[in-house]
């Protein structure tokens, strides 16, 4: 018989894993001109991407565990990426409350000193440590657009209204907000756009090594189908599964390992009226964020918790969930309970294995190893955070080019995603235009298309007068018209990867309304695929 190899197409890189870290190489490697493939056994960002705290920030805790180098890339790259996608991303406020009585009993390199050199501190952070750890902020990876730190009296303050009258006075400092499962299709979208092959719902069912290529079996997932690709280096982005795919997919030698912490959040309503967040210190000497979200609600975590198996879906336990409403009512005045949570999530944050004490402690930082003892080359991706994904993609290919010379160098650092063309400070104007060209969209709906899209936008709504030139309204303003542009540009497959990762109207939503939106979609993409399968039949 005929190998069936023979023929399958090679790649230059194939890219396991449809997260952050994986679309962010795809598309550095795609716009270097290599040829790129990219499999994500399920939706893109379905994952840990999707499951942040949302935030383009530096770290400020980290500066407790000396991470100084992580801060400084971290903090370097807020507005690298700001201005690449002012559309999903923007500058926000962070309020830090302080109370001399507070107190808390977490250890961490920092408080390990100054418990040895001045035991009378023990247990607490004092306002020096914190104004010197908020200076190093401002100062360590260089600022042009985000304000500096300053000192809030919170007397009369809407910063201060919310919060109990103990609190006077507050650290206020600069972070930036992410829309992180958009971010990922975006970078998925531009990819593709610079010749990448982006496959969803595709398994990688094993990879071999055949000589100087991987050969890589492949199995869709909606039809069961599987192929073969080769390629001449492999890049192991699974996030939590990269310990698995090494093991059980790929079979190569690794003594590097992960570390799965699960963090997790609640989505309450509105608990305060202005748009700044909130930084709160933690008795146990861990922090959460409180974070205004989706204009009418509040977002509060994260946790830290030991998570063993990545195939075991990462939930917000009921423990998680009363941790962060007591935490959050240590500080509010008005007091939330447990039922007053309308949605939570959780996501498993594949950290590097450092060999730390908590799950805490665990550094945030990425590494990456190269193994090509045995033949073609695997670059096997350990943890990382989103905020230095695009640094990441770059030391990836530092190492990648060195098995295709003649490969151009960096260039993404000045280079926006797909509608993020526009100034920092343009998103109130585009707004204003878009109103403008389409009278039916009111403010919110306006906002929410150009925080999506950006100057897409136009081409999304392309042609209509009337809001019924969108199509059917399946609620909270999305419309036919938008889930076509979300399936046919964004690899959305089902009403899950819609209302819950290419926006977030799974919280306007209601359940019937969703699973129709749900059997839309399934009948849509039967009858494209009967399109397809005639157009094809008639070509014969």
């Not at 290529?213 to 599987?226: C, F, M, P, V």
């Amino acid at each position: 018989m005929p190998d069936a190899t023979a023929s399958a197409e090679t790649f230059d890189v194939f890219v396991i894993g449809g997260g952050i870290n994986g679309c962010g190489i795809a598309r550095d490697a795609s716009g270097r001109g290599l040829k790129v493939a990219l499999a994500e056994m399920n939706d893109l960002a379905s994952a840990t991407s999707s499951a942040s705290t949302k935030l383009f920030h530096g770290g400020l805790r980290y500066l407790e565990y000396l991470e100084i180098n992580l801060v400084r890339h971290a903090l370097a790259e807020r507005e690298t990426l700001l201005r690449a996608m002012p559309h999903i991303s923007w500058p926000m406020r962070f309020v830090l409350p302080y109370s001399p009585d507070m107190r808390f009993e977490g250890e961490t390199s920092v408080s390990r000193i100054l418990s040895f050199a001045m035991p009378w501190m023990k247990g607490r952070r004092p306002a020096w440590m914190i104004r010197f750890g908020l200076f190093l902020y401002d100062h360590l990876g260089g600022r042009e657009i985000l304000p500096p730190t300053k000192t809030v009296d919170l007397a009369g303050t809407p910063e201060g209204a919310p919060l109990e009258d103990r609190f006077k006075k507050a650290y206020e400092y600069s972070d930036c907000w992410i829309e992180d499962s958009r971010l990922v299709v975006l970078n998925a979208r531009d990819a593709k756009a610079r010749g990448a092959r982006i496959m969803v719902r595709t398994k990688v069912e094993a990879a071999v090594r055949a000589g100087d290529h991987w050969q890589i079996t492949l199995r869709d997932a909606d039809s069961g189908e599987s192929h073969v690709l080769k390629a001449r280096m492999l890049v192991n982005a699974g996030g939590p599964w990269v310990g698995d795919i090494i093991h059980q997919r790929v079979n190569v030698k690794s003594n590097e390992g992960v570390r799965l912490v699960r963090g997790s959040h609640i989505v309450t309503r509105r608990l305060y009226d202005h748009d700044k967040c909130y930084f709160f210190q933690g008795t146990d000497g861990r922090i959460i964020f409180a974070i205004p979200y989706e204009t009418d609600f509040t977002l509060i975590g994260t946790t830290d918790a030991e998570h063993h198996d990545p195939n075991v879906k990462p939930v917000c336990t009921p423990e998680e969930q009363r941790y962060l409403v007591d935490f959050a009512n240590g500080y509010f005045k008005d007091k939330i309970g447990v039922d007053d949570i309308v949605w939570t999530y959780s996501g498993v944050r594949p950290l590097y294995d450092d060999g730390a004490s908590s799950a805490t402690a665990a550094t945030r930082d990425y590494t990456l190893k190269v193994d090509d003892t045995d033949g073609a080359p695997i670059l096997n991706i350990f943890g990382g955070k989103i905020t230095t994904y695009r640094k990441l993609a770059e030391d990836a290919m530092d190492k990648i080019v060195t098995f295709f010379p003649g490969t151009s160098g960096h260039w993404t650092a000045g280079a926006p995603l797909p509608g993020g063309d526009f100034e920092v400070s343009g998103v109130e104007t585009l707004i204003a235009q878009l109103m403008s060209n389409y009278e039916f969209l009111d403010t919110f709906w306006a906002r929410r298309l150009v925080r999506a899209y950006g100057t897409e936008c136009w081409d999304v709504l392309d042609g209509a007068v009337t809001e019924a030139d969108l199509g059917e309204a399946f609620g909270a303003t999305l419309t036919e018209r938008e889930v076509i542009w979300l399936m046919t540009r964004e690899f959305a497959r089902t009403a899950e990867d819609v209302v819950w990762r290419r926006n977030k109207l799974g919280l306007r939503l209601s359940r019937g309304e969703i699973a129709r939106l749900e059997d839309w979609m399934r009948t849509h993409l039967q009858a494209t695929a009967a399109e397809a399968a005639q157009r094809q039949g008639s070509n014969s």
